[in-house]
Antibody
Framework: QVQLVQSGAEVKKPGSSVKVSCKAS????????ISWVRQAPGQGLEWMGG????????NYAQKFQGRVTITADESTSTAYMELSSLRSEDTAVYYC??????????????WGQGTLVTVSS | SYVLTQPPSVSVAPGQTARITCGGN??????VHWYQQKPGQAPVLVVY???DRPSGIPERFSGSNSGNTATLTISRVEAGDEADYYC????????????FGTGTKVTVL
């Protein structure tokens, strides 16, 4: 059973950056892809991008291209999501989620607890 | 980009059946996954690959997918099923990413 534990809540100023971590345990990190999903207050789920740690390459939703960077450190089984040029609309809960590596991108079977990022001056 | 449309809300009495639709262009050719999210909690996978259930998910949850509509069916609805439900697919078009539906609030009367 995979467990994903995320870093704590953050308060950021507009224009700054935030980096959220997601540490995996209980499974083989190299056998999973990690995605990041955000949810603004009262809104739905939005996929931001993902990474397959053994390959090290990430892909991003068009909306976030150029503003988000997703990385992974296999040595610590930790994935990171950094979002730059923050604005108030980025206030949201950010989740990491894992999916098994198969031929076709799979469902997210495990989720982190979420990290609230508040952007406010 | 690919769009998934869900009804904003579905109301159902305890013991009855709730059906939540997810509409998308030729969605029947894609694998659809469904998540349940209760207030203040992370989403939980309840159906994957159109109709498979993860371990621990009751048989009351089932899914189907054909043409332009996928459906999540919750049989013998219980008060604990009250939650938001989201469908999801992988879009292999130029965007190459996951897409979530707009979400449906299920209210148990």
């Amino acid at each position: 059973q995979v467990q994903l534990v995320q870093s704590g809540a953050e308060v950021k100023k507009p224009g700054s950056s935030v980096k959220v971590s997601c540490k995996a345990s209980g499974g083989t990190f190299s056998s999973y892809a990690i995605s990041w999903v955000r949810q603004a207050p009262g809104q739905g789920l939005e996929w931001m991008g993902g990474i397959i740690p053994i390959f090290g390459t990430a892909n991003y939703a068009q909306k976030f291209q150029g503003r988000v960077t997703i990385t992974a450190d296999e040595s610590t089984s930790t994935a990171y999501m950094e979002l730059s040029s923050l604005r108030s609309e980025d206030t949201a809960v950010y989740y990491c989620a894992s999916s098994p590596i198969v031929v076709v991108p799979a469902a997210f079977d495990y989720w982190g607890q979420g990290t609230l990022v508040t952007v406010s001056s | 980009s690919y769009v998934l449309t869900q009804p904003p809300s579905v109301s159902v009495a305890p013991g009855q059946t709730a059906r939540i639709t997810c509409g998308g262009n030729n969605i029947g050719s894609k694998s659809v996954h469904w998540y349940q999210q209760k207030p203040g909690q992370a989403p939980v996978l309840v159906v994957y690959d159109d109709s498979d259930r993860p371990s621990g998910i009751p048989e009351r949850f089932s899914g189907s997918n054909s043409g332009n509509t996928a459906t999540l069916t919750i049989s013998r609805v219980e008060a604990g099923d009250e939650a938001d439900y989201y469908c999801q697919v992988w879009d292999s078009s130029s965007d190459h990413g996951y897409v979530f539906g707009t979400g449906t609030k299920v209210t148990v009367l």
